[in-house]
């Protein structure tokens, strides 16, 4: 009986060694991903940054649009230019070209605004969704862990 206790204990003891030496690799293991996860999270916040900087800039180009522009109605523009005919200062077809001119000039204007608060509003969204995914992915993995549990 001695003998097998010995033997028991050797046992043991060579398990407890090979445990201990695989530990280490473990650690190795671990630093090494936190590495390569730090430089992932590096690079991704450097093009957020880059992005950020990109669509403030952007937004900044819009608004400065903005500004530039006026913005009336045909119908106090319709009111101006028939004073000014009324006035003898224009004729009536000089008023209706110059007045259909300018609505179309507006609506090309608006149009253009338009088209690029659409595209800012997509650049936007990519760039939240982008951050929100990770947050995503963990709360589906959360959900999926808890029913697994519950059943």
């Given at each position: 009986?001695?003998a097998?206790?010995?033997t028991?204990g050797?046992a043991k003891k ?5 445990t ?5 690799a473990?650690?190795?293991t671990k630093?090494?991903?936190k590495?390569t996860?730090?430089k992932?999270?590096?690079a991704?916040?450097?093009?957020s940054?880059?992005t950020?900087?990109?669509l ?6 819009f608004?400065e649009?903005l500004e530039r522009?006026v913005?009336l ?7 101006v ?5 009324k ?10 070209k110059m007045l259909s001119?300018l609505v179309?000039?507006?609506r090309?204007?608006?149009?253009s ?6 595209r800012l ?9 982008g951050?929100?995914?990770p947050?995503?992915?963990q709360?589906?993995?959360a959900a ?8």
């Amino acid at each position: 009986m001695a003998a097998k206790k010995e033997t028991t204990g050797k046992a043991k003891k060579k398990a407890k060694a090979g445990t201990r030496a695989k530990k280490p690799a473990a650690k190795k293991t671990k630093a090494a991903a936190k590495k390569t996860t730090a430089k992932k999270a590096k690079a991704r916040k450097a093009a957020s940054k880059n992005t950020v900087a990109g669509l403030d800039k952007s937004v900044e180009q819009f608004r400065e649009s903005l500004e530039r522009s006026v913005t009336l109605s045909r119908d106090r523009l319709q009111e101006v230019v028939d004073d000014a005919v009324k006035r003898g200062r224009m004729t009536r077809s000089d008023a209706e070209k110059m007045l259909s001119e300018l609505v179309k000039k507006g609506r090309r204007q608006t149009d253009s605004l338009l088209k690029e608060l659409e595209r800012l509003v997509k650049q936007a969204r990519r760039e939240v969704g982008g951050r929100a995914e990770p947050v995503r992915k963990q709360a589906t993995q959360a959900a999926r862990r808890a029913r697994k549990k519950l059943s």
